[in-house]
């Protein structure tokens, strides 16, 4: 992943906001290298990620699969075929074409991070316009690590790139490794 942002998207009312959306659905925008990551991966992640079958209780928390162009469309609907027929019911994601996306207001991005002041005061020192922090492929990785995603592994790797002092290096490391065992041992 290089970088996420949430927003709104797949409405038609013009610079939609959280409390006025119009109609439009909360999304989140990924910026991603094809060379490290396809579209199908990403869409394996997205069925596995929520509830294909589950109504939303309003257009606000649909599930939507945005196509830019006819392959991302054929895959998309490829995926959704098979993610119905594994879970042997009716999926009612929706796979509509991109029209664009606005971005949420500054409070609703990098919502893991927000909840440790201490990575977040180093951070957008490191990035002191809100934009690029937002935009910061090193911020999109701590956000994502800091809620739960990503492997010890994959954090070593890319560790000594995110721009974090030793100390909170080290808090990452133990918290990812945390994170890691509790999944491999959910009862303890």
Known sequence: MIRTRVGYAGGSK?????????????TIEIDYDPTTITYRKLLDVFWSSHS???RPWSSQYRSIVFYRDEEQKRLALE???VTASRLHGSVV???????GFTRAEDYHQ?????GYPEFMDELQRAYPSYRDFVDSTAVTHVNGYLGGEGTYN???????????SALR??????????HMGSMACPTS
């Open 52 to 54: 294909p079958t589950s």
């Open 79 to 81: 995926s959704r075929a």
């Open 93 to 99: 994601t929706e796979i509509i074409p991109y029209t």
């Open 154 to 164: 994959d954090l070593m790797k890319e560790i000594d790139g995110l721009g974090l």
């Open 110 to 114: 990098k919502h893991a991070l927000q």
């Open 169 to 178: 290096k080290e808090e990452l490391k133990n918290m990812v490794r945390k």
């Open 14 to 26: 013009a610079n939609p906001t959280y409390h006025s959306l119009g109609n439009h659905s909360e």
